[in-house]
């Protein structure tokens, strides 16, 4: 072995362990490849950024933006009443119109970007035919993956693997060089998923929707703990003249204010700037049994101002203050990300920088070299937090500074919580006591032993007693929840002031950039100005204390508002509308868009079978024309794009090329040969596939088919057969990812609709990966 080719190989086992545990994103892995490469001089920097105007990379983004016209042009609701009229109410029957319906779309336009499309469709046809959705969704997802594998540019695997036998000189496929191995993929995939397949899937109605179909519509009854409430401000309520956000009631106590009854009129569109007047009486849904919780809360004020010095000075507490050092590994960091009070045993009261002092709200505070902070901290602490390296000129904090630290408006509380509290058997950081109501808990008093600064991750436990410094502003606020006066208990299904209020369900797109971010972070309800009544993931309804939840890619979220907003909602890029209560917004669809955007894609594959344009070049002319006749906006197309997926493999390219020419991919096809030259060819076949199949469920396909067309294009050359076939086969092993729900995008993307568990895709993802092997390689060897 070259020490070339052992470079390459330690790049390639570096990237693979990156991919599998996904300690990096998966496209700044294949960046850091691209650089690696290039760098070292196993490619040149030509060959390295060879990759982004590689054919095959510019086909995949312009099929992104092809797929996003067609669905733009409302070719979905088309759909959706062509199959009620073929398939009529029969499960079978639905299962096959759905199947093949999706499979001839993702022939041509993105596996993710059919799912997509076709994902409100199913929800609308598994509503009118009264039929479960999750009997029909995931069905469709894999007939997404299925229909990828009958063309080139069906799925993305294919571009590539035609690419791969490109570079080594080779013929590449032509656009349905595929479909005699891929249709009858997709036709047995689709008998198994309709005769078998199916019934390994939920029957019943996802938990979260009523078992109940009514001819005018899908109706949302969620099994649910709270009441609707009637909760008054007292004349002398500190909620007066404060907004709904700062009132806090939906953080702590998880309440939803639906409307406001003020002098007899009611007032339902609200948002986090609506503000309360004494007098007022809020409707709220909520947990009685929380609220009144609670009201038991007891907070004792022990002492206020200068005074709180005093007092925690028994406890052996000081104050220092000390600058952030340049190059310290706090800079960049948030407190937050920090863990400041864990890691330095201290409370962090103040931050002074080039904009001021700033006492509240410090988890979202980025250090920087040259902060001075405030810290309160155990004396024996402050030797250790010295020697931390990370701060200078640390001094003690003399008597008469106090004042500017510990104002008239602060105060230190003993608070005591009921153990019928919802808090209890939470962690701090989870409580919303420092975020929500800037309330640090210094200590808790705990038997046997009490607990100074304890830590984030420190759980409450019953008959706790919580040493807390804040301010007279949050204690104001714990007093005017506990002044509510609760005027009626009675549950009341349809209030009479919700008239004009719409549900509906939703689901994060596949172009969605709220991932990853909490319902707080997004300020949904003034962003969006609807209330998210729960969120269904992995089985489960979660329905309290909504706001710190991370939203993730096969949530599905219900929304309750007024129709006019999530009709707006409808059009938002972020999510997928799936189904609502009600729909009065008379909107059709423009049959002469959808025609339009039909007659343009039916040119791209003309253009490509006639040969007078190349795949990339007709796929760019398609997407172009796409955006003139206003099919999508230019800013739609840039958003429709999938740039992970383009990043990836326009960066994994050059590794596939450096395999090819240092001699990488020989000396592993060489093992790859050696090991199934017992079996012979047949053996070679199965043995990639396999392998490729099994390799989906922890590399992503983009980087997987690079890395499995090199290898198998040389193990094709040592048994002296044609690597078209063994190519072709690694292909389809490739896009047939049916395993699990992190397999594929599409398969996520059912998840939460469908109500699916992990197991579901195993059980019914395994035996169709049988299904598909056992008809793609006997046709593979009856054609070669």
Not at 181 to 207: D, N, Q, S
Not at 662 to 670: H, K, N
């Amino acid at each position: 072995m070259s020490l070339e080719i052992a470079s390459v190989l330690s790049i390639l086992v570096i990237a693979i362990f990156f991919f599998v545990t996904e300690k990096i994103r998966m496209d700044v892995v294949a960046l850091a490849v691209l650089s690696v490469l290039a760098v070292t001089g196993l490619v040149t920097p030509e060959v390295a950024l060879g990759g982004f105007s590689n054919p095959a990379v510019i086909t995949v983004w312009a099929m992104f933006i092809l797929s996003a016209g067609l669905s733009a042009a409302g070719i979905d609701d088309l759909i959706g009443r062509q199959i009620l009229r073929v398939a009529g109410k029969s499960e079978t029957g639905l299962v096959f119109a759905i199947m093949l319906t999706t499979g001839c779309l993702s022939a041509f336009m993105s596996n993710i970007g059919v799912a997509a499309l076709m994902l409100p469709v199913v929800i609308e046809v598994a509503r009118k035919s009264k039929t479960s959705p999750s009997r029909l969704l995931m069905p469709m997802a894999f007939a997404s993956l299925l229909g990828g594998l009958t063309t080139l540019i069906g799925t993305p695997p294919n571009l590539v693997a035609s690419n791969a036998l490109e570079e080594t000189g080779r013929a590449p496929f032509s656009l349905f060089e595929f479909a005699p191995i891929g249709v009858p993929a997709l036709i047995t995939g689709t008998l198994f998923m309709a005769f078998l397949g199916r019934r390994l899937l939920p029957k019943e109605l996802p938990a979260r929707f009523k078992e109940e179909w009514e001819e005018d519509g899908f109706h949302y009854a969620h099994t649910i703990e709270e009441q609707n409430l009637r909760l008054k401000l007292t004349d002398n309520s500190p909620f007066d003249g404060l907004t709904l956000e700062q009132t806090r009631l939906g953080p702590l106590l998880g309440f939803h204010v639906n409307a406001i009854d003020r002098n007899g009129e009611m007032i339902s569109h609200l948002d986090g700037n609506t503000v309360l007047y004494k007098g007022d009486t809020l409707i709220v849904q909520g947990k009685v049994a929380d609220f009144e919780a609670f009201r038991k809360w007891q907070a004792f004020e022990l002492a206020n101002g200068a005074e709180i010095a005093e007092l925690l000075a028994y406890k052996k507490l000081v104050l220092i203050s000390a600058s952030i050092k340049a190059n310290s590994n706090l800079e960049g960091l948030t407190v937050s990300e920090s863990d400041f009070r864990s890691r330095f045993e201290g409370l962090l009261l103040s931050i002074r920088d080039e904009e001021g002092i700033k006492r509240t709200n410090l988890g979202n505070h980025k250090f920087k070299a040259g902060d001075r902070i405030q810290v309160e901290i155990r004396k024996e602490s402050v030797p250790e937090f010295s020697n931390t390296g990370q701060f200078e000129n640390i001094e003690y904090i003399a008597e008469e500074s106090l004042g500017d630290i510990f104002t008239d408006a602060d105060a230190l509380l003993e608070m005591s919580i009921p153990a019928e509290s919802h808090l209890t058997g939470l962690r701090l950081r989870e409580t919303g006591l420092a975020e929500d109501l800037n309330l640090r808990v210094v200590g808790i008093a705990r038997k046997p032993e009490s607990i100074i600064f304890p830590g984030g991750d420190e759980e409450l436990l019953e008959g706790d007693k919580l040493l807390i410094h804040g301010n007279r502003k949050s204690i104001s606020l714990i007093r005017g929840m506990q002044s509510l006066v609760v005027e009626n208990t009675e549950d009341v299904s349809t209030p009479a002031f919700m008239v004009d209020q719409d549900h509906c369900e939703v689901t994060l797109s596949p172009q969605s950039s709220l991932s990853g971010k909490t319902l707080k972070q997004i300020n949904f309800r003034n962003r969006y100005g609807l209330q998210v009544e729960s969120i269904w993931r992995r089985d489960h309804s979660y329905r309290s204390y909504l706001r710190n939840m991370t939203l993730e890619f096969g949530d599905a979220l219900l929304l309750s508002g007024p129709k006019e907003r999530i009709d707006e909602l409808d059009e938002d890029k972020d999510f997928l509308l799936l189904t609502r209560s009600r729909n009065d917004s008379g909107e059709s669809v423009s049959v002469k868009k959808a025609v339009i955007a039909g007659a343009i894609m039916i040119g791209v594959v003309v253009a490509i079978l006639s040969g007078f344009l190349s795949v990339a070049i007709s796929s760019v002319v398609g997407a172009t024309l796409m955006i003139l006749v206003k099919c999508l906006s230019i800013e739609d197309a840039y958003r429709a794009i999938d740039w992970k997926a383009v990043f990836l493999i326009a960066c994994m390219i050059p590794l596939g090329t450096a395999m090819n020419d240092t001699g990488a991919a020989a000396w592993l096809a060489r093992g790859v040969a050696a090991a199934a030259e017992p079996f012979g060819p047949w053996g070679l076949l199965i043995g990639l596939y396999i392998l490729t199949s099994l390799a989906t469920t922890i590399v992503p396909t983009a980087a997987l088919i690079v890395i499995m067309a090199s290898m198998g294009i040389d193990a094709s050359i040592e048994f002296g057969i044609d690597p078209k076939w063994v190519v072709m086969a690694i292909a389809m092993a490739a896009s047939a990812s049916f395993i699990s729900p992190i397999s594929h995008p599409s398969n996520v993307l059912v998840m939460g609709p469908g109500g699916y568990r992990f197991v579901d895709y195993m059980k019914t993802g395994i035996l169709l990966v049988i299904v598909v092997m056992a008809t793609v390689l006997p046709m593979i060897w009856y054609l070669w």
